[in-house]
Nanobody, 115 residues
């Protein structure tokens, strides 16, 4: 059974930092392209950052220079370091695993950026 479990969300002030984690089980983690996506209220889900099995990463323009995606294949864990957070970063953040036609999603963790 595949599970992706996100953690690390919460309330943070503008300019602050958070580190999200996604613990994966039931997949050969190192083979999968992993990604962080987010969905703000009344908006469509959007890609935030992805990292492939070779550790090549891509970012949405809105988070470049502020967010860093990384993975630890030994721990089957994906991370998202979020710095210089803005109110517009408020959303539910989801972890996604993709390999060929296999696609899995986590249930999400809420990030709220507010003073």
């Amino acid at each position: 059974q595949v599970q992706l479990v996100e953690s690390g969300g919460g309330l943070v002030q503008p300019g602050g930092s958070l580190r999200l984690s996604c613990a994966a089980s039931g997949i050969i983690f190192g083979m999968y392209t992993m990604g962080w996506y987010r969905q703000a209220p009344e908006k469509q889900r959007e890609m935030v950052a992805i990292i492939d099995s070779g550790r090549t990463s891509n970012y949405a323009d809105s988070v470049k220079g502020r967010f860093t995606i990384s993975r630890d294949n030994a721990l089957n864990t994906l991370y998202l370091q979020m710095d210089s957070l803005k109110p517009e970063d408020t959303a539910v953040y989801y972890c996604k695993a993709t390999w060929g036609r296999d696609v899995y999603w986590g249930r999400g963790t809420l990030v709220t950026v507010s003073s």
